[in-house]
């Protein structure tokens, strides 16, 4: 990376190729980083999460991005037991995920319910959602996206078991896909290191 940039920023010299090369580059960077989220053992740092303005945060930052908007209806989804920092990446996995699949005249919702010490959190889309096929196919390194990694879901749902919590992957009526993700309010009974397969 670092001589493409110096060969871009040298007079005369093949700044278009130099570019290619530096965005590759870059491209095999963040796949290794997201490789090395995935598979690195992961602690917990446990503490009260809003997680009301963890979701309006993550949906307003991605909807910076190119895309449909997000309507956020979570006011029931109150105050968990949780690490802040990785629930913040598996919910922001689920809601870049629902945009890239709505489209761009598409919507995505997300909401929450809470209920003997559960509280539910979905994220559903209108786009053209998921078969039954490719619902029980879901594991690492598997995706329907053109150039995708298929470990976005894969992170969060290792993500979600961390906090002995449940991701359940559904349809959205009458068209699209939902991802529901419940969590113990008062936090995983265990806290623990993540599982290693």
Do not use: Q
Request: with cysteine.
């Amino acid at each position: 990376v670092g001589y493409a940039r110096l060969i871009e920023n040298t007079p005369g010299a093949d700044a278009a190729s130099a570019r290619s090369i530096r965005e590759e580059c870059e491209t095999l960077e963040a796949i290794i980083r997201r490789f090395m989220d995935f598979v690195k053992r992961e602690t917990l740092a446990l503490g009260p999460v809003d997680l009301v303005r963890m979701l309006d945060r993550v949906s307003e930052r991605e909807s910076r991005r190119p895309g449909p908007p997000v309507s956020v209806d979570a006011a029931a989804a109150g105050v968990i037991a949780a690490d802040d920092g990785l629930l913040e990446r598996a919910f922001e996995n689920l809601v870049r995920n629902a945009r890239e699949a709505a489209g761009p005249s598409g919507g995505v919702w997300v909401t929450a319910v809470r209920d003997a010490g559960w509280v539910a959190v979905t994220v559903a889309d209108d786009g053209p959602g998921m078969t039954p096929a490719t619902r029980a196919a879901v594991r690492p390194f598997f995706t329907t996206k053109a150039g995708g990694l298929g470990l976005g879901l894969a992170i969060t749902l290792k993500i979600v078991r961390l906090h002995d919590g449940h991701l359940t992957l559904g349809e959205r009526s009458p068209r699209g896909a939902s991802v529901t993700v419940r969590l113990p309010i008062a936090g995983p009974a265990a806290p623990a290191a993540a599982p290693t397969s």
